[in-house]
């Protein structure tokens, strides 16, 4: 056998048809430039416009690419991981194709894995390019998450990182449907360290997470580490109860004790019922929630199929459904 491979890129794509030569040019700059062998996994997730054709030429002109085709849109998260199911690598790098996570900062990312480090993750400094909504959700978001888990999941951190082959034979044991991978990886322990980076703004095309998408990765983040929002839907429920309770005594009280002064009153009575109307369907929403991931975990089916593969020398035809 030929000595161990060094490096694998692992690199999602979804209708990347804009931007897919440049960060191809410039990856295989940087890693060219890095003298260890090296594989760049393009996984396709299902892309509707030209990604798969350009993937598919590039790997016929260079067999250092290999292309993961997915049977269709399976989500950032779950084409990451099928990246990182396929790699070969002793050390596997995950950057977005947009060219957002700057391809040179892998040779240091590098640097700190061969100084003993598992897991080197890129911290977000400065957002580019980015939408003064977007900026604010995700500070909110990260530091909100914070609050609600015990796992150090660091705040300001996507998915572009550097992880241990070891990580990676971890990660594959870890089945849950809804993933959010890097609090997985936080979860999963190792020794990890951050290197601080500016996020570029987008290379071209436009981002591929729209609101709906955030606001489900969102939940998955929280449901997946945290029991916190189910607690806080009890006790905002006893704490809403006491109220209420007390609230009826001075209501009884009125009643039998303050005549004539019941006519009066359907404001509150609105404003009650409307309350807790509204909290209760929340905390309905919550349990809804967890339930939704309960379900999807039951019925167990794979977290993704793959269509065809290319230009990877040992057979994997074990891993393209991924249980
Ligand atoms: N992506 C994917 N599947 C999806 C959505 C996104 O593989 O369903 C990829 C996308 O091609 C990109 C990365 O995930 O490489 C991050 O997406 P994007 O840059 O649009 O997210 P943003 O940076 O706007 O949060
Ligand atoms: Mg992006």
């Known amino acids: 056998m030929s000595a161990k491979l060094v490096c694998s890129v692992v690199v999602p794509l979804y209708n990347e048809e804009e931007v897919l030569l440049e960060t191809y040019k410039r990856l295989k700059k940087v890693m060219d430039s890095i003298n260890e062998s090296y594989e760049i996994i393009f996984v396709n997730d299902g892309s509707r416009d030209k990604t798969a054709t350009m993937a598919n030429e590039i790997c016929n002109n260079d067999q250092t690419v290999k292309l993961i085709d997915f049977a269709r849109n399976f989500g950032h998260q779950t084409a990451i991981t099928a990246g990182m199911d396929f790699s070969d690598g002793q050390a596997i790098v995950v950057i977005d194709a947009d060219l957002q996570d700057p391809p040179e900062l892998i040779p240091k990312m590098l640097a700190k894995w061969k100084e003993g480090y598992d897991v080197v993750y890129g911290k977000r400094l400065e957002r580019k390019g980015e939408t003064l909504f977007k900026k604010f959700t995700a500070k909110l ?20 990182r550097l992880i241990d082959r070891k990580v990676a034979e971890a990660l594959k044991l870890v089945n849950e449907r809804n993933r959010y991978i890097r609090g997985i990886i936080s979860w999963l322990g190792f020794k990890q360290i951050g290197i601080e980076f500016n996020r570029d703004k987008r290379f071209a095309g436009e981002t591929k997470y729209p609101l709906k998408k955030m606001l489900k990765f969102a939940f998955d983040a929280i449901t997946s580490f945290s029991y916190k929002p189910l607690k806080l ?34 404001a509150s009575t609105l404003a009650v019922n409307l309350f807790f109307n509204g909290i209760t369907l929340m905390i309905l929403g919550i349990i809804g929630e967890y339930i939704g991931r309960i379900y999807d975990e039951a019925k167990g089916r794979p977290l993704y199929i793959v269509r065809h593969t290319k230009n990877f020398s040992e057979d994997k035809s074990d891993k393209i459904i991924r249980r």
Do not use: C, H, N
């Not at 888990?149 to 951190?157: A, H, R, S």
């Not at 109860?241 to 005549?259: A, N």
């Open 141 to 160: 978001f990260y530091r909100f998450l914070r609050r609600m888990t015990e796992v150090e999941i660091p705040v300001d951190t996507g998915d572009f």
């Open 233 to 266: 839907a009890s006790y905002s429920g006893m704490l809403l109860s006491l109220l209420s309770f007390i609230y009826l005594l001075i209501v009884l009280y009125t009643k039998l004790f303050v005549p004539s002064s019941t006519q009066p009153g359907w």
